[in-house]
């Protein structure tokens, strides 16, 4: 049983604003780039903004948005839910529980490519802050052009800024999200109006034959332009992830009667624009302001971006942290900074990283539009996996035919596979970042996984049998035994922890009270408080030891003193939670030439090794009552 999901949210006007600044932030910050990329005259394959592009495009652009985050996302994926969580990783999990009747290579395929897709999105959110900030900041040319030179070094301050203060953490500012993401999107869609009436007949471009005439017409502009097009659907994934957060009903609910209605005006009006004046495809958002207005939609824009940023950032805290418990990344130090609102964390370790590679992007790239080309990449690859995921999880999880599913899933695969192909031809222009980004951060994931079970089953022999061992230890009487209680903590309990057998061997003693504890990690984000902790029979309650399973769901900190707090004395004996000893069992890690792994991923795992947080850290140990007991074992 696990806790009230959180897709059952009561729809809420503040849940709605709330997901206006923390789901919709990148999704509603994409008109600033987008059609911008689209007429940029130095791209590798150039539009021209005559008539029949422009509504073409526009056109595109609107239904682009329409298949993929109405029908993709809002309408298929987020019915797709983990216990009230989304997000490509909810997938993977969903797949691993519903397997039973997918054929074991097909399932190791489809668990790769959820992978992968968790990895195109940490790429994503290194390029995500780039973009976004800096095309907020570009706005300061068409204000004034002598100011052009600052652009770059006035974004990467704002960056780093942005990093800094990550870890105080998103609480205070958080409130402030949703109201400003507000007047966004109430000033662009007034802002698309204004564009609207200089050209009313833009509105004809919401029609599906103006997109169908443009791709027949034109076929290799249209397959080109879809490689900017994708940057209209930018944060679609968000709508998904961050459904634990929301809820369906207000994400559906905010996208439908705000978000949906602004992105399509703003759109539109920027289009007119362009069909007035040509030249206004250099910068047509920013255009469709008067010129009093300008200063103070650069400001405006400026903020709107930051949400972005921090939406896209701590969405790679909660994906790292995810990864982490489901095996897939070494323990990172998360610092948890709100003690009311859940999902709130800080990963110091990445929050650096990120910081580092999304200055250099800037500094290497220096235009939105440049960075343009390697986004969608990450985008693309992302959404063609989620809606394969989604399908299969629908076949399994639902008893759903084939028959039934394919004449849906072939059209959106048709489309996410076009747009993908469409951004491969921008590979030599920056879209081999993010797949270099990806192919890294899959490489470690998988070496991980491959390397942490490689160290189980090695660790599994030098541990031996924890029944032959309690046998043992029951029967001797050279072992002393003094009052406490000792918890120690194992993978599992079937094998003997070595700490455990390590005190024994060298000290000669035991605690009167002994808990032998797993953790286990849950394919549910959270454990209900009456299913944290089960007891285990070992055959040996009358010696005082005992055996428990605690369990986590994978979004929850795995707090183990909390958690044996739950515990009554009729199930431990007198413990005093207060003056517990808490023993570790530490591994320190060797290369070897014995076989499991190529020689360079077990380098790479050795090395990884050294990022992962001090396990007392990990569980929430207190460090002034721990007992680390260390071997050594060859990879």
Not at 303 to 319: E, K, L, N, P, W
Not at 607 to 630: I, M, N, Q, W, Y
Request: aromatic content about 10%; proline content about 6%.
């Amino acid at each position: 049983m696990t806790t009230e999901s959180a897709a059952v949210h009561p729809l809420r006007a503040g849940l709605m604003i709330g997901a206006l600044g923390v789901v919709f932030g990148d999704l509603g910050t994409s008109p600033i780039y987008t059609l911008q990329t689209l007429f940029d005259p130095r791209d590798p394959h150039p539009i021209a903004p005559s008539r029949e592009n422009v509504e073409g495009v526009v056109s595109l652009i609107f239904w682009s948005v329409m298949v993929i985050v109405t029908v993709t996302y809002v309408l298929l994926a987020m019915r797709a839910d983990n216990d009230g969580e989304g997000g490509i990783l909810a997938l993977m999990t969903l797949l691993r529980r519903w397997s039973s009747g997918i054929r074991p290579r097909v399932m190791a395929v489809l668990v790769a490519l959820g992978v992968l897709g968790a990895a195109l999105f940490l790429g994503d959110s290194m390029i995500t802050p780039a973009i976004s900030v800096l095309s907020a900041v570009e706005g300061v040319k068409v204000v004034d052009p002598g100011l052009r030179e600052l652009v770059v070094p006035l974004t990467a301050l704002i960056v780093f800024v942005l990093f800094l203060v990550q870890r105080f953490g998103s609480g205070r500012v958080g409130a402030v999200f949703g109201p400003v993401m507000a007047v966004w999107f109430a000033a662009i869609a007034v802002l698309g109006v204004r564009g609207i009436l200089v050209e009313p007949g833009i509105v004809a471009a919401l029609s599906p034959s103006y997109a169908i005439g443009f791709a027949a017409g034109h076929p290799g502009v249209a397959f080109f332009a879809l490689a900017a097009v994708v940057l209209a659907v930018t944060g679609a994934e968000a709508l998904y992830a961050d459904m634990g957060h929301f809820g369906r009903p207000s994400i559906s609910m905010s996208w439908a009667v705000f978000v949906a209605p602004a992105l399509t005006l703003c759109y539109l009006g920027q289009g007119a624009l362009i069909l007035h004046d040509p030249r206004d495809a250099s910068a047509p958002f920013f255009l469709l302001s008067p010129d009093w207005a300008r200063i103070p939609l650069v400001v405006l824009t400026t903020f709107a971006t930051v949400i972005a940023a921090q939406a896209v950032i701590s969405g790679a805290f909660s994906v790292a942290a995810q990864a982490a418990q489901l095996g897939y990344m070494p323990r990172l130090r998360v610092v948890h900074t709100s003690d009311r609102t859940y999902g709130q964390i800080y990963v110091p370790w990445l929050n650096w990283l990120l910081m580092v590679s999304v200055i250099t992007l800037i500094f290497a790239f220096r235009r939105s539009a440049a960075l343009a080309y390697a986004y969608g990449m990450a985008v693309t690859g992302t959404i063609a996996i989620t809606t394969l995921l989604f399908f299969v999880v629908a076949r399994h999880r639902w008893r759903l035919s084939w028959w039934l599913l394919l004449p849906a899933a072939i059209p959106l695969l048709t489309v996410d596979v076009l747009f993908f192909a469409a951004n491969c031809t921008k590979v030599l222009h920056g879209a081999w970042l993010p797949v270099v980004i990806a192919v890294t951060v899959f490489v470690i994931m998988t070496t991980w996984d491959r390397g942490r079970r490689l160290v189980a089953d090695r660790r599994s022999e030098m541990e031996g049998s924890l029944t032959g061992f309690l046998d043992k230890l029951c029967r001797g009487k050279e072992i002393a035994v003094v009052d406490g209680t000792a918890v120690f903590l194992n993978r599992d309990l079937d094998s003997a922890p070595l700490a455990f057998r390590a005190n024994v061997a060298h000290n000669r003693v035991r605690h009167s009270r002994v808990l032998i504890a797993t953790v286990e990690v849950a394919t549910v984000p959270r454990i209900a408080e009456a299913d944290r902790i089960r007891m285990r029979e070992l055959g040996t309650e009358a010696r005082g030891i005992r055996g428990a399973q605690i369990r986590f769901g994978y979004a929850e900190p795995p707090d183990v003193p909390a958690a044996l707090a739950l515990l009554g004395p009729e199930q431990t004996g007198p413990i005093d939670t207060d003056d517990v000893t808490y023993f570790l069992s530490t591994a320190e890690l060797e290369y070897s030439t014995e076989p499991g792994m190529a020689g360079w991923r077990k380098r790479l795992f050795i090395a990884t090794s050294h990022v992962k947080s001090d396990v007392s850290d990990h569980f929430r140990l207190p460090r002034e009552r721990v007992v680390v007991l260390g071997s050594r074992i060859p990879v």
